[in-house]
């Protein structure tokens, strides 16, 4: 069956741009989740929804990160006015309800430039 | 609190059993541990939970001795395909998903 998908794949900013990304999960998946993966790093923890509502955005870096998922499904994590330091790679996972098994998307790579 | 630390790296040879451990002292009392491999350009993919002592699926094993500060992915027999970065992921004390530090496991002939 179809895995998570993100898109896009690869995007370059320059910085001050806003970007998009954008997560399909597995359908039937509840829980989804995004992470923050810079070069050579472990992931790095940024926001948990279940369905539509966002649990937990502790680890957005800053008030220019902004995630949604409106409907339970799709989600979008949008990044206002791009920095460098937003270079890195951005993972989604979902799950199901109450698994501990994520499954992960390929992630999008964002390069501010 | 301390960071959820792993070997940077490890090398091995195809048919040997690697084992790989990592230490999380702040992991939460009430969550699992889980592992994942992930190789260049790609997501994570799940390999094995568990919550305490051991559990074995038909990759891995996982040992969590009683006080879970730390835990050891045991993967018998690599072949070259095992070449990854293996990371374990644990909730931690605040709550958060946290993953260790990443280990590059090399497999050679």
């Known amino acids: 069956g179809a895995g998570v998908s993100q898109s896009p794949r690869y995007k370059v900013a320059k910085r001050g741009q806003d970007v998009a990304l954008r997560c399909d999960p597995i359908s039937g998946h509840v829980s989804l989740f995004w992470y923050q993966q810079a070069l050579g790093q472990g992931p790095e923890f940024l926001t948990y929804f279940q369905n539509e509502a966002q649990l937990d955005k502790s680890g957005l870096p800053s008030d220019r990160f902004f995630a949604e998922r409106p409907e339970g499904s799709v989600s979008t994590l949008k990044i206002q006015r791009t920095q460098q330091e937003d270079s890195a790679v951005y993972l989604c996972?979902?799950?199901?309800?109450?698994?501990?098994?994520?499954?992960f998307g390929p992630g999008t790579r964002l390069t501010v430039t | 609190l301390a960071k959820t630390t792993q070997p940077i790296s490890m090398d091995s040879y195809e048919g040997q059993e690697v084992n790989i451990t990592c230490s999380h002292n702040n992991i939460a009392t009430n969550d699992y541990i889980t592992w994942y491999q992930q190789f260049p350009s790609q997501g994570p993919r799940f390999i094995i939970q568990g919550y305490k002592t051991k559990v074995t699926n038909e990759v891995a094993s996982l040992f969590i001795p009683a006080d879970r500060k730390s835990s050891t992915l045991s993967l018998p027999r690599v072949s070259l395909s095992d070449t990854a970065v293996y990371y374990c992921l644990v909730l931690d004390l605040e709550n958060k998903l946290t993953f260790g530090t990443g280990t590059q496991l090399k497999v050679e002939l």
């Open positions: 996972a979902s799950s199901l309800a109450g698994s501990n098994e994520q499954y």
